[in-house]
């Protein structure tokens, strides 16, 4: 069971790197680069329960977050970070020019559903015409018995 007592909290700086790199859609091998490590070394900091302090700069630097957001993840708190601190990343920079969102993910994905909706909608009404046709062919067959 999860607290929400701050020091209570276990944190677990790598899985935490991991998680927000992961939500940026940043690969291993961009961070690293970006961040002048090799990728095995991310994978490595990615297990570490703790990462100094000056890695941690780092890393934040290149996924363009605070690093309060590693060492305090929570997943709802990092979406509204990242989602104001990202728009401001530097333009040009490798992990930028990997990740430059153009739309409100939030509203793709809604945007996803209601096309879905839709889909689903014709398709159960064709299937009710089919069933209809069907019925009507068996009363034909009944009655010509």
């Known amino acids: 069971m999860e ?34 490590i090799t990728q095995q070394y991310v994978s490595v900091l990615e297990a ?9 700069e780092k890393l934040a630097n290149v996924l363009h977050i605070p690093v309060d957001a590693i060492k305090n993840f929570n997943e709802e708190k990092a979406v509204n970070i990242i989602s104001n601190t990202f728009q401001d990343a530097v333009a040009g920079s490798d992990v930028t020019q990997y990740n430059k969102c153009t739309f409100n993910p939030v509203d793709k994905i809604i945007e996803l559903c209601e096309q879905n909706a ?12 089919q069933i209809t046709l069907l019925k009507a ?9």
Request: hydrophobic share 35%.
């Open 3 to 36: 607290t929400d007592i701050p020091f209570l909290r276990k944190t677990h700086h790598g899985r935490n790197v991991k998680a927000l790199r992961d939500m940026l859609g940043i690969k291993q091998e961009v961070l690293a680069k970006s961040a002048g």
């Open 48 to 56: 570490q329960e703790k990462i100094d302090d000056e890695m941690l």
């Open 118 to 129: 839709e889909l689903y909608k014709k398709l159960l009404e064709e299937k009710e015409a």
């Open 137 to 145: 062919i068996a009363e034909k067959l009944k009655g010509k018995n």
